[in-house]
């Protein structure tokens, strides 16, 4: 029986990620949807996140989907992003260096959606819409209406969609490669 689980993203995207300094939503925009359509490439889902610091838009750390490689259905692009950022500061606590945003190419499922709160983030900012997301047949779980509302209850701002028609681009040509839909 094994007591370990290891999580990783590609090194190459880590290198590239240390790297980023993007200070406005579109930029970061720009960036995990690049991270999303190379996740693909790689034979993944067409997913991808980023925790950036808020004020000066440096990368803490990015985040794919993979659920495929990983064999855990929880290895989503926003969780892998907030478990690399938290590695990297060294806190479960992202606001700890200040103000932090997660920037994710798709609105958080379910589970993602219910993880960010307890992770000192600011704001979300998110591509495609769970629409877009659920017609190519993602399960996306439920989402309450005021989700909105009660992420700004909780001091985090909720900016989306963001380049919402290339975000989906990629889900759809993934869907069209016959990509695993789980």
Known sequence: MTHQVHLSIPESLAEEARKLHAPTPEERMEAVI???????????????????????????????????????????????????AQTEIGSVDLS??????????????????GAIPWTGLSCLEYGA???????IGFDEGPCPENWKQEYKKRGIEV????????AAEVIRSYADQHGSIY
């Open 34 to 84: 690049a991270w999303s359509e190379e996740n693909v490439k790689r034979g993944e889902g067409p997913f991808a996140a980023g925790v950036f610091q808020l004020d000066t838009g440096q990368c803490v750390a990015a985040g794919v989907n993979c659920v495929l490689s990983s064999g855990f259905s929880i290895a989503h692009a926003e969780i892998m992003a907030i478990l690399m």
């Open 96 to 113: 700890r260096n200040g103000p932090m945003v997660i920037t994710s190419s798709a609105q958080p499922c379910s589970q993602c959606m």
């Open 129 to 135: 819409d769970r629409e877009t997301v659920q017609a």
């Open 159 to 166: 900016i989306g969609p963001l380049l919402q028609d290339k």
